[in-house]
């Protein structure tokens, strides 16, 4: 091995950390700088603001690509050679030449895609091993065959980089792969932004991993647009995302929200429970129907022989049948959800109440017109609207209503829907549940919101703040140097707080003490529009769940990834255009992965059967690597299934991370049984053993998997053979099967 090309390559590393370490020490001065600024103005402020977040995120970035920062060189043949890595590096010249060239830029792409067949003018590429700061190896491929220049570094494998990283132990948390993104991957990442773009691939595939480069790529190639509206990134649950959380900041990148579908409703919580067959009622999209209704059936009249009597000064009031029906018409007629109509039948009644009793006050007893003029019309008009037995009476008809309130009555007896599944529904209280949150925002939809008590909370408020400035003021004003007392203060050259702001800027400068980014404000706003949403484990939302993720995107510009043959959810669906049809027809790109990466042959083996038992002309991805350690399987009396588990997890290998994928009833006994394994809470994916149900396993990935029952598993639900395929796909290195039924196992690990 040339020592000297390593020496050349060393040299530059450190040239480049050097110069990583140099504008790390100037984003932070700046940052200080922008800190330590006192301006006054309303822009000036402003400019701060910015300022700081601005300078915040470049530190973040730089200190984000410490690790593996240079990682790849191109070798051009017209001589030009251009150092790939995490990030772009300028140095520090008049011209700032580049030195290294950020893995998004278009420059580097060929870095990615270029292979002996389409060199895409390369002549080489070699990929750098480091640690730290250490060159620790070269990795050359000859992209020109006529090039005979040899640097001692040519790889044997061309995949040697890929199947070093693929066969590293896990860690409990999914790292970036930029140094390693395939040719397939590399044209979906960087696909337009704009449109559906679908992607679907077997297990191990690299769909994750796609999704989040692709992220990385779109915020930097269109930044000035997504950082302002940012990317949301949807995943099944939240240990999964805890799983993927770190890639996206170790490329450096901050204006994203990882989310579940539960969690996009601000201010619900939906820790509740239900069996998978209420979760799917809820998730079927005619539920936007049975809601719609049930919303029309919170807009009364009343029975025509029974008319509302509302007590009044001036005598009772009538609201009869005909006049609600009138005015119920007219409210619809707007075309409003209901909180926004509601004023519209409001004052329709105030209205015609009022011209009862105007009938009834001003009436000539001899047939002439009424005594009353439009003054005292007027008056009566706001006597009625004042009333609250009025606007009781009016709210017992038409009531305004929050999604909250709204879905809990539905819930509690369920309307529009077959007996059987009302039964399945009905829950009179209880916290929410995953699929309760599409409903609500759906509810949300159809009630919209009346801000115009929020708008007057909020306007209060900001009395109460300029109050309280004005008392600060007055405070300061107080307190002024006595010093300069005798010299006529009030010329003093002394500036206090009153001199230079009054009370109505200050409150308003602590409305802007709101430094939240972008994805932060869209968390906590439910009609936010995201720049762009990628959905991981797309199979698995139901259709109401996509009706709360297209309100979300109204430009649809969005990467579903996923896989139909491992769907778990009951209210999952098994086809794209069943999905997408309704927003976008069949404007959407198809493109699939076909590799994978993650699981040995040995073990996609085994996989492959249990879904073809399902589907017998099925064919799963191919695994690029095969590892000689077949599957093991044993079979053991019942009695035994938890210490067995327990055993295995003791002889498996340590490095890396060990998953007990069982059905959730077996976790008790196995958790008893294996130390240091939690059967409660979210699992904790860091530690070296973790306990799983097949569903909490979707996404994830571990060294050693150890499936207990599988026969269980695979009856559980009609999805059952889809969770038994996601539970074996899960290894990296080794699988091994304890069941108490089925075929003598043979073999032991
Ligand atoms: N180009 C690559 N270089 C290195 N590692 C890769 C590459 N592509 C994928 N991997 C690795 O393969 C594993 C599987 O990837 P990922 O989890 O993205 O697959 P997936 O298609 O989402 O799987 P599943 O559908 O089973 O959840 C991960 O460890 C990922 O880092």
Same mark, same amino acid.
């Given at each position: 091995?040339?020592?000297?090309?390593?020496?050349?390559?060393?040299?530059?590393?450190?040239?480049?950390?050097?110069?990583?370490?140099?504008?790390?020490?100037?984003?932070?001065?700046?940052?200080?700088?922008?800190?330590?600024?006192?301006?006054?103005?309303?822009?000036?402020?402003?400019?701060?603001?910015? +300022?700081?977040?601005? $300078?915040?995120?470049?530190?973040?970035?730089?200190?984000?690509?410490?690790?593996?920062?240079?990682?790849?060189?191109?070798?051009?043949?017209?001589?030009?050679?251009?150092?790939?890595?995490?990030?772009?590096?300028?140095?520090?010249?008049?011209?700032?030449?580049?030195?290294?060239?950020?893995?998004?830029?278009?420059?580097?792409?060929?870095?990615?895609?270029?292979?002996?067949?389409?060199?895409?003018?390369?002549?080489?590429?070699?990929?750098?091993?480091?640690?730290?700061?250490?060159?620790?190896?070269?990795?050359?491929?000859?992209?020109?065959?006529?090039?005979?220049?040899?640097?001692?570094?040519?790889? $044997?494998?061309?995949?040697?980089?890929?199947?070093?990283?693929?066969?590293?132990?896990?860690?409990?948390?999914?790292?970036?792969?930029?140094?390693?993104?395939?040719?397939?991957?590399?044209?979906?990442?960087?696909?337009?932004?704009?449109?559906?773009?679908?992607?679907?691939?077997?297990?191990?595939?690299?769909?994750?991993?796609?999704?989040?480069?692709?992220?990385? &790529?779109?915020?930097?190639?269109?930044?000035?647009?997504?950082?302002?509206?940012?990317?949301?990134?949807?995943?099944?649950?939240?240990?999964?995302?805890?799983?993927?959380?770190?890639?996206?900041?170790?490329? +450096?990148?901050?204006?994203?929200?990882?989310?579940?579908?539960?969690?996009?409703?601000?201010?619900?919580?939906? /820790?509740?429970?239900?069996?998978?067959?209420?979760?799917?009622?809820? +998730?079927?999209?005619?539920?936007?129907?049975?809601?719609?209704?049930?919303?029309?059936?919170?807009?009364?009249?009343?029975?025509?022989?029974?008319?509302?009597?509302?007590?009044?000064?001036?005598?009772?009031?009538?609201?009869?049948?005909?006049?609600?029906?009138?005015?119920?018409?007219?409210?619809?007629?707007?075309?409003?959800?209901?909180?926004?109509?509601?004023?519209?039948?409001?004052?329709?009644?105030?209205?015609?109440?009022? /011209?009862?009793?105007?009938?009834?006050?001003?009436?000539?007893?001899?047939?002439?017109?009424?005594?009353?003029?439009?003054?005292?019309?007027?008056?009566?008009?706001?006597?009625? @609207?004042?009333?609250?037995?009025?606007?009781?009476?009016?709210?017992?008809?038409?009531?305004?209503?929050?999604?909250?309130?709204?879905?809990?009555?539905?819930?509690?007896?369920?309307?529009?829907?077959? @007996?059987?599944?009302?039964?399945?529904?009905?829950?009179?209280?209880?916290?929410?549940?995953?699929?309760?949150?599409?409903?609500?925002?759906?509810?949300?939809?159809?009630?919209?919101?009346?801000?115009?008590?929020?708008?007057?909370?909020?306007?209060?408020?900001?009395?109460?703040?300029?109050?309280?400035?004005? +008392?600060?003021?007055?405070?300061?004003?107080?307190?002024?140097?006595?010093?300069?007392?005798?010299?006529?203060?009030?010329?003093?050259?002394?500036?206090?707080?009153?001199?230079?702001?009054?009370?109505?800027?200050?409150?308003?400068?602590?409305?802007?003490?709101? $430094?939240?980014?972008?994805?932060?404000?869209?968390?906590?706003?439910?009609?936010?529009?995201?720049?762009?949403?990628?959905?991981?484990?797309?199979?698995?939302?139901?259709?109401?769940?996509?009706?709360?993720?297209?309100?979300?995107?109204?430009?649809?510009?969005? /990467?579903?990834?996923?896989?139909?043959?491992?769907?778990?959810?009951?209210?999952?669906?098994?086809?794209?255009?069943?999905?997408?049809?309704?927003?976008?027809?069949?404007?959407?790109?198809?493109?699939?992965?076909?590799?994978?990466?993650?699981?040995?042959?040995?073990?996609?083996?085994?996989?492959?059967?249990?879904?073809?038992?399902?589907?017998?002309?099925?064919?799963?991805?191919?695994?690029?690597?095969?590892?000689?350690?077949?599957?093991?399987?044993?079979?053991?009396?019942?009695?035994?299934?938890?210490? %067995?588990?327990?055993?295995?997890?003791?002889?498996?290998?340590?490095?890396?991370?060990?998953?007990?994928?069982?059905?959730?009833?077996?976790?008790?006994?196995?958790?008893?049984?294996?130390?240091?394994?939690?059967? %409660?809470?979210?699992?904790?994916? %860091?530690?070296?053993?973790?306990?799983?149900?097949?569903?909490?396993?979707?996404?994830?990935?571990?060294?050693?998997?150890?499936?207990?029952?599988?026969?269980?598993?695979?009856?559980?639900?009609?999805?059952?053979?889809?969770?038994? &395929?996601?539970?074996?796909?899960?290894?990296?290195?080794?699988?091994?099967?304890?069941?108490?039924?089925?075929?003598?196992?043979?073999?032991?690990?």
């Amino acid at each position: 091995m040339s020592t000297e090309e390593l020496r050349r390559e060393q040299q530059f590393v450190s040239l480049v950390h050097e110069r990583l370490d140099q504008l790390r020490d100037e984003a932070e001065a700046a940052l200080n700088a922008t800190i330590a600024q006192v301006g006054t103005g309303r822009q000036a402020r402003v400019e701060r603001d910015i +300022g700081v977040i601005e $300078h915040s995120a470049s530190l973040a970035a730089l200190n984000a690509a410490d690790t593996g920062l240079v990682f790849g060189r191109i070798d051009r043949r017209d001589g030009v050679t251009h150092h790939i890595g995490r990030t772009g590096i300028r140095r520090d010249d008049a011209e700032r030449t580049p030195l290294l060239i950020d893995w998004r830029a278009p420059v580097a792409r060929p870095f990615y895609l270029a292979t002996g067949h389409e060199p895409m003018g390369l002549r080489r590429r070699r990929h750098i091993t480091t640690q730290g700061r250490t060159v620790t190896a070269l990795h050359d491929e000859i992209m020109d065959l006529a090039d005979t220049t040899r640097t001692g570094h040519e790889s $044997h494998d061309a995949d040697e980089v890929l199947l070093a990283a693929l066969g590293s132990a896990r860690t409990g948390r999914m790292g970036d792969i930029v140094s390693t993104i395939q040719a397939e991957q590399d044209r979906i990442i960087r696909a337009p932004q704009r449109g559906v773009l679908v992607v679907e691939g077997g297990p191990g595939t690299g769909k994750t991993a796609v999704a989040l480069h692709r992220a990385a &790529y779109l915020l930097y190639a269109h930044r000035e647009q997504l950082s302002k509206r940012a990317v949301l990134i949807v995943g099944p649950n939240p240990a999964f995302l805890g799983y993927i959380g770190e890639v996206l900041p170790s490329l +450096g990148e901050t204006g994203v929200l990882l989310s579940t579908v539960a969690e996009l409703f601000p201010e619900v919580h939906a /820790t509740g429970t239900e069996s998978p067959a209420a979760a799917a009622v809820k +998730g079927r999209a005619d539920m936007a129907d049975v809601l719609a209704e049930a919303v029309r059936d919170r807009q009364q009249v009343p029975d025509k022989d029974e008319p509302l009597v509302v007590p009044h000064d001036d005598g009772d009031l009538v609201i009869d049948w005909g006049m609600a029906v009138e005015a119920r018409h007219k409210a619809r007629e707007t075309g409003l959800p209901h909180n926004l109509a509601r004023p519209h039948f409001v004052f329709r009644i105030i209205d015609d109440l009022t /011209t009862q009793l105007a009938d009834r006050i001003g009436a000539d007893p001899y047939g002439g017109p009424n005594f009353l003029g439009p003054d005292d019309i007027a008056q009566l008009g706001k006597a009625v @609207a004042a009333s609250s037995d009025v606007h009781a009476a009016i709210a017992t008809l038409w009531p305004p209503l929050t999604p909250q309130e709204f879905l809990a009555d539905f819930l509690a007896e369920p309307v529009h829907l077959p @007996a059987e599944e009302a039964a399945l529904l009905r829950r009179a209280t209880g916290p929410w549940t995953p699929a309760d949150v599409p409903l609500l925002d759906e509810a949300a939809e159809l009630l919209g919101e009346d801000d115009s008590a929020a708008l007057a909370r909020a306007e209060a408020e900001r009395a109460r703040q300029i109050a309280y400035a004005q +008392g600060v003021l007055e405070v300061s004003y107080a307190s002024r140097t006595y010093e300069f007392e005798d010299k006529d203060d009030e010329d003093s050259e002394v500036l206090a707080a009153h001199d230079i702001i009054d009370a109505e800027r200050m409150a308003e400068r602590q409305e802007e003490a709101d $430094h939240r980014s972008a994805a932060e404000r869209a968390a906590a706003d439910r009609t936010w529009a995201f720049g762009h949403i990628i959905v991981d484990e797309a199979q698995e939302l139901s259709q109401m769940a996509w009706r709360l993720l297209m309100r979300r995107c109204p430009t649809r510009s969005m /990467t579903l990834v996923g896989d139909p043959a491992q769907t778990g959810d009951a209210a999952g669906c098994e086809s794209w255009q069943e999905i997408l049809e309704p927003y976008v027809g069949d404007r959407f790109e198809h493109t699939r992965l076909g590799v994978n990466y993650r699981t040995p042959a040995e073990i996609m083996a085994l996989a492959a059967e249990v879904r073809r038992s399902k589907d017998p002309a099925f064919e799963p991805p191919r695994s690029v690597r095969s590892t000689g350690v077949e599957p093991w399987e044993v079979t053991v009396d019942p009695a035994e299934l938890a210490a %067995t588990v327990a055993a295995r997890v003791a002889e498996a290998p340590r490095e890396g991370r060990i998953a007990v994928i069982a059905p959730a009833a077996l976790h008790a006994a196995i958790a008893d049984a294996v130390p240091d394994v939690s059967a %409660t809470g979210e699992p904790d994916l %860091t530690r070296p053993v973790v306990l799983l149900d097949p569903r909490g396993a979707k996404g994830l990935e571990f060294d050693t998997v150890i499936v207990a029952e599988p026969d269980l598993i695979r009856s559980a639900s009609a999805q059952g053979v889809n969770d038994l &395929y996601v539970a074996y796909t899960r290894a990296t290195q080794r699988l091994g099967v304890v069941r108490t039924s089925g075929p003598r196992g043979t073999e032991a690990a």
